[in-house]
């Protein structure tokens, strides 16, 4: 048995199990090949399955960061609200105390012209003709003296009272009420 032997050389049963076993061996290259190819496009299709589930959770990651995105502007808008009502506030009391301070400067435009009225009268030597010769006021004179001690005293309170907090702050209410009191 040196060389190779052909087909033809080889027995019948042999020649048949020899050819069973390379139609064998084609079934199994093909299903190897099948499968081979099987592997590649599983492989492939395992790839882009990695792929999306890296994009997924990558987009996962982007809405979280959206959300919470989303949550601090919220939170800015509520503070911006908060800041938006408290700058009208602080206009209201700024015109508030822009008319206190208007009234203010009027009376003390009126008390300079008063002082000044009367310095005028003093300057001028005019004497009060309700002052007895005693150097003492008459009675009615006194009485009208004591009225307008009283009515500057009252004024005062009534002064103090109405720059009060509480005399600002519940304003609103009194006109409400003035209004429900009109018929």
Known sequence: MGAFMSD??????VQAELTRLRAERQVFTAEQDRLKAKLADTEHELREATAVASNEGESAEMNQKLSSQQEELDVSKARLHALEAEVLLAHQQRDSLRAELKTCREE???????LL??????????VDADILPGGEPSADRQRLLNAERLAAEMARELDATRRTVSWRVTAPLRVVRKKMDRP
């Open 108 to 114: 003390r435009d009126k008390l300079r012209l008063a």
């Open 117 to 126: 009225d009367a310095e005028l009268v003093v300057s001028a030597g005019v």
């Open 8 to 13: 033809t050389d080889i027995p019948g049963r």
